[in-house]
């Protein structure tokens, strides 16, 4: 059997972990193109042997099974929409944009068009298939809470007053839904946006964003009450060795995602 072919779009932290995993992988392993503008700094990372993809026409003639996007909210308005059109499964990463209610409903409405497909990974984030199952419940109550230190909150700390080097007690920066969490902080809150898309929905999601001076890393409390039972979880994502600004674990989920979406075998 060929390698099967996978286009990556962007190659900033989260696919420079990635590509080597999936190049690592044999039997058939995976032959990857990289969508990056031809002004993009990112391409001199790019590995030898990966093709460098200019535009979707390009990408189009690379002839992948399968689109990852690790690019960011641009990327999703812009070259996503693409994608699903030429009736491709795509891997979102930045599923924070998905709070977009206009651009989620085109972007359905094209993949439904055109044969395409809208896949969303955990990333970040665990128990998402819990919260999937119990979507319907008549009693659901569904919370989220991020901790992160002081280090991810610098520019809004100081925002309002605080000094993130001398910070002693946790600062709440949010309370809200999951769609105003998303739309107020879209580069953090994707996995509150995945929660929702998982679950009940972008209004019934409850998010508090915390800064913590005793957090140890990126943390994530979800927690689950409704007639079928409760859910706590707490996960503490490490960051990556190869980049400390991104969690490892995002890099593996997409991996695990691929890996799922060619397997005979799938865990629902
Ligand atoms: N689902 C999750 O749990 C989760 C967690 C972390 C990050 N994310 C998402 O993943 C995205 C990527 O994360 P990262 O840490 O790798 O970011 P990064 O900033 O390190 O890299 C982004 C890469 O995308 C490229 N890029 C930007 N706009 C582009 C465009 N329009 N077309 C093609 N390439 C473009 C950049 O040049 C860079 O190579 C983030 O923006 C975030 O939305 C999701």
Aim: hydrophobic share 45%.
């Amino acid at each position: 059997m060929s390698r099967r072919r996978i286009a990556l779009i962007g190659f900033g932290s989260i696919a420079g972990d990635l590509a080597p995993a999936l190049l690592a992988r044999t039997a058939p392993g995976y032959e990857l193109g990289v969508l990056l503008p031809p002004e993009s700094e990112s391409r001199v990372r790019v590995p030898e042997g990966c093709a460098l993809l200019a535009d979707c026409e390009e990408l189009r003639a690379f002839g992948p099974e399968i689109v990852v996007e690790a690019a960011g909210h641009e990327a999703v308005r812009k070259s996503v929409p693409q994608c699903l059109a030429l009736g491709l499964p795509v891997l979102i990463s930045s599923i924070g944009a998905l709070h977009d209610e206009a651009l989620f409903a085109g972007l359905v409405k094209t993949a439904k068009a055109s044969g395409g497909r809208i896949l969303l990974p955990s990333g970040a984030l665990g128990g998402v298939d819990y919260v999937r199952a119990v979507r319907d419940a008549t009693s659901l109550a569904l919370r989220y809470e991020s901790h992160k230190p002081p280090a991810a909150w610098r520019e809004e700390l100081v925002k309002r007053g605080h000094d993130p080097a001398t910070l002693a007690e946790p600062v709440t920066l949010f309370r809200g839904n999951a769609r105003e969490a998303a739309a107020t902080y879209p580069l953090n809150l994707n996995v509150a946006a995945a929660l929702a898309l998982a679950g009940p929905g972008f209004e019934k999601v409850e998010v508090a964003v915390i800064c913590d001076p005793a957090a140890r890393g990126n943390s994530h409390a979800i927690t689950v009450d409704c007639e079928y039972g409760t859910m706590r979880t707490e996960i503490t994502n490490a960051p990556s060795p190869s980049n400390p600004k991104t969690s490892w674990i995002v890099s593996r989920s997409l991996l695990a995602a691929i890996e799922q979406y060619f397997s005979p075998v799938m865990m629902l």
